[in-house]
């Protein structure tokens, strides 16, 4: 199971780029990167995943070292609706995910 | 399209006793897992159900059981409560098909034990 490390918190002003770091550096060459957001008062919600390449969609991109040792988590436009805890996790293929802590992101206005 | 439902939204049970929370999947979804999270943690594995057998566990003692029924809903039994048994509850649901898997969690359910 590989262990993953974020930083407890970061700060955002709204409106500008949010890039939200993950060392992973135990991780396999087959667990896949998945990142999802915990608003207060809500089950996680799937942001984004990714292997070996970046990857874009509506809500981030994910830009993947390319040792897989680390990755990051780009919001490109922070809003307020984003001030959540961010999870960086990895999953084995065996369809279950290792969460670690999280890093808390507040937007300010 | 309902996503994931769980019930109830909060307990309160006393230190011994027996509790059973339940699940719903997403619709099209055959794959429930349980996941427990302690105030100011990450969500922690418990187990997997699929075709309503136990697939995958965790590192939970054998208090926490569950059981899958052949609509893919799910339940989470835990006995012999203990204090530390206090957490959100959370169950998730995905397709099986080809890895990587998206799971979809519930809103939880808030277990307090006195």
């Known amino acids: 199971d590989a262990k993953t490390t974020q930083p407890n918190s970061m700060e955002s002003n709204e409106e500008e780029p949010v890039h939200l770091p993950c060392n992973h550096s135990t991780i396999s060459g087959t667990d896949y990167i998945h990142w999802y957001r915990q608003l207060p008062s809500q089950g996680p919600e799937y942001v984004i995943h990714?292997?070996?390449s970046n990857v874009n969609n509506r809500m981030a991109s994910l830009a993947i070292a390319e040792d897989r040792k680390s990755s990051t988590l780009i919001l490109h436009r922070a809003t307020l609706r984003d001030a959540a805890v961010y999870y960086c996790?990895?999953?084995?293929?065996?369809?279950?995910?290792?969460f670690g802590t999280g890093t808390r992101l507040t937007v300010i206005p | 399209d309902a996503g994931v439902t769980q019930s109830p939204t909060h307990l309160i049970k006393t230190r011994g006793q027996q509790v059973t929370l339940r699940c719903s999947p997403k619709s099209g979804h055959d794959t429930v897992s349980w996941y427990q999270q302690a105030l100011g943690q990450g969500p922690q594995f418990i187990f997997q159900?699929?075709?309503?057998?136990?697939?995958q566990r965790g590192n939970f003692p054998d208090r926490f059981s569950g059981h899958q029924f052949p609509n893919y809903s799910s339940e989470l039994n835990v006995n012999a409560l203990l204090l530390g048994d206090s957490a959100l509850y959370l169950c998730?649901?995905?397709?099986?098909?080809?890895?990587?898997?998206?799971?979809?969690f519930g809103p939880g359910t808030r277990l307090t034990v006195t």
């Open positions: 998730a649901s995905s397709a099986t098909g080809t890895a990587p898997y998206e799971q979809y």
């Open positions: 996790t990895s999953e084995t293929g065996a369809n279950n995910l290792f």
């Open positions: 990714g292997l070996t």
């Open positions: 159900y699929y075709e309503e057998e136990e697939r």
